[in-house]
């Protein structure tokens, strides 16, 4: 058995499925490894929007067509073919109920075929931190992997209240949610987006749980789906 075989059988996390073969895994194994050790791998930056920067690249551009299901819809930016932007268009259950553009620009830059920054619109930066974004992208580096539920699990830690989105945050970079529930003790956004194409045949989709305390507003979990995989991050009791 090869050694990218090998990881096949060892490694789900965010961005992996069980269906996938290659030396694939052993990328998105390094890369969830980096994020254990995340000062010395990554930097993030907020000055057009909130970047993360990849110091030891290791993604290439195959492997997010593999995440994302699909090319992007654009390719080419300011004549620069490294230079992608993955588009996911906010859905609702029926006519748009909210002003504003609440769609999800994903910038991707590339070199020498290797994945250098990551950013998200600049609206993210006005509520979430970039201590916040870092603290939530290094649990990742720490998460459980459940093969067999297809699901990854870790826990947010060591954080002040302040850090911790509320519905207010959430709403006001999301809007409205595409559904939502409340039960005595939680309250559950649902968010749904597609993931625009340039084959109309393909209908891909991402769609993301946020479970506030009822109490407190603060949120106590967030769940993400894509193809198949579930990602959950749980926020510790906060004194």
């Known amino acids: 058995m090869t050694i990218c075989k090998k990881f096949a ?62 090319e992007p ?22 006519k748009k109920n909210e002003e504003g553009d609440f769609d999800i620009p994903l910038d991707l830059a590339f070199e020498k075929n290797k994945l250098t920054v990551f950013t998200m619109p600049e609206r993210f930066t006005k509520y979430f931190s970039k201590s916040l974004f870092e603290k939530f992208l290094s649990t990742l580096g720490q998460a459980e992997i459940d093969k067999g539920d297809k699901q990854a699990n870790s826990t947010y830690e060591g954080a002040s209240k302040t850090e911790i989105p509320t519905t207010k945050e959430i709403r006001a ?16 956004y649902v968010y749904r987006y597609k993931i625009l194409s340039p084959d109309p045949e393909k209908n891909l989709g991402v769609r993301i749980t946020f479970n506030f305390n009822k109490d407190t507003d603060y949120l106590a979990s967030v769940v993400a789906n894509i193809k198949g995989l579930k990602v959950k991050i749980s926020f510790s009791d906060l004194q």
């Open 173 to 188: 970079v999301l809007g409205n949610p595409y559904s939502g529930k409340a039960t005595k003790e939680e309250l559950t």
């Open 9 to 70: 059988f060892i490694f789900l996390s965010l961005v992996i499925l069980s269906t996938v073969t290659g030396c694939v895994y052993l990328r998105f194994l390094k890369l969830k490894n980096q994020m254990a050790d995340f000062n010395k791998n990554f930097e993030i930056t907020d000055e057009n929007g909130l970047s993360l920067v990849f110091l030891n690249p290791v993604l290439k551009k195959s492997d997010m067509v593999w995440l994302m299901g699909t």
């Open 73 to 94: 819809t654009i390719m080419e930016v300011d004549g620069n073919p490294d230079n992608w932007i993955y588009e996911l268009k906010k859905r609702y259950r029926g």
